[in-house]
C-alpha cells in the first residue's frame, strides 16, 4: 500500500510534533519535576526577609523637607565656633592641624656663589662700557675670575647684575637668587 503525499506529509507532521513535545519535556519542564528525576528531595522555599520600605521612605521625606539654619559655625572648616567673645577676651588658638600628613618641605635657601669664592672688585672695558666682576677663588692670588653680566660660572650661576656695591646672581638649576656684597681688602 503506498502511501499518497497528504498521508506523507501528516506522518512527518507527528513525528516533528513527538519530537517538539519530548524536547519541551526536557528542557522546560517543571523544577520539581527536575530534582525529583535526578535523585534530590524536594524542599520548601524558604521566604526572604524583606525590610519594610514604608518608613524608609517617610524618613527620606521629613530629610528633604528640612531646613538648614545656622548656627554661626562654618561647616567645611574644622575645629570650634569662633565667636565675637571669644577674640575679645584673649588670643584664639591655632587652628586645628593634622600631624600625621606630611608637611611640604621647606624652601631651598637662596643662592650662594661656590665656596671660597669672594667678590672683590668691578670694572668697565672702555670700548663696550661693559662691567666686568673680579671674583677671587680660595687663598689670595691663587685663581682670578674676569667675569661679565649674562656669564656662567661653574656651569650653574649665571652673573645677573655687576653693581658698585654688590654682585646679583641666579643659580639655574634650582631658579634661586642671591647676592654677594663687595668685600674690602683687609687694611695694613
Same mark, same amino acid.
Given at each position: 500500500m503506498a502511501? !499518497?503525499? #497528504?498521508?506523507?506529509?501528516?506522518?512527518?507532521?507527528?513525528?516533528?510534533?513527538?519530537?517538539?513535545?519530548? *524536547?519541551?519535556? =526536557?528542557?522546560?519542564?517543571?523544577q520539581g519535576l527536575a530534582r525529583a528525576s535526578a535523585?534530590? !528531595?524536594? #524542599?520548601?522555599?524558604?521566604?526572604?526577609?524583606?525590610?519594610?520600605?514604608?518608613?524608609?521612605?517617610?524618613? *527620606?521625606?521629613? =530629610?528633604q523637607n528640612t531646613e538648614y539654619k545656622s548656627a554661626g559655625r562654618n561647616i567645611f572648616v574644622m575645629g570650634p565656633i569662633q565667636t565675637a567673645t571669644a577674640t575679645a577676651t584673649g588670643p584664639v588658638k591655632a587652628p586645628f592641624r593634622i600631624y600625621n600628613q606630611p608637611q611640604p618641605p621647606p624652601p631651598p635657601p637662596p643662592a650662594t656663589l661656590p665656596t671660597g669664592w669672594v667678590f672683590y672688585g668691578y670694572g668697565a672695558l672702555p670700548a663696550s662700557g661693559r662691567r666686568q666682576a673680579f671674583l677671587k677663588e680660595g687663598p689670595p692670588e691663587e685663581n682670578l675670575h674676569i667675569v661679565?653680566?649674562?656669564?656662567?660660572?661653574?656651569?650653574?650661576?649665571?652673573?645677573?647684575?655687576?653693581?658698585?656695591?654688590?654682585?646679583?646672581?641666579?643659580?639655574?638649576?634650582?631658579?634661586?637668587?642671591?647676592?654677594?656684597?663687595?668685600?674690602?681688602?683687609?687694611?695694613?
Open positions: 502511501l !499518497t503525499k #497528504q498521508q506523507k506529509e501528516l506522518v512527518a507532521l507527528g513525528v516533528l510534533g513527538v519530537a517538539a513535545v519530548s *524536547l519541551w519535556y =526536557a528542557y522546560f519542564r517543571p535523585g534530590m !528531595t524536594v #524542599q520548601a522555599i524558604a521566604r526572604i526577609d524583606v525590610q519594610d520600605y514604608f518608613w524608609v521612605l517617610t524618613g *527620606l521625606e521629613k =530629610a661679565s653680566e649674562g656669564d656662567l660660572v661653574q656651569n650653574h650661576i649665571r652673573i645677573l647684575h655687576i653693581g658698585n656695591e654688590r654682585i646679583d646672581f641666579e643659580d639655574i638649576n634650582t631658579g634661586q637668587k642671591g647676592s654677594q656684597n663687595l668685600e674690602t681688602p683687609p687694611q695694613a
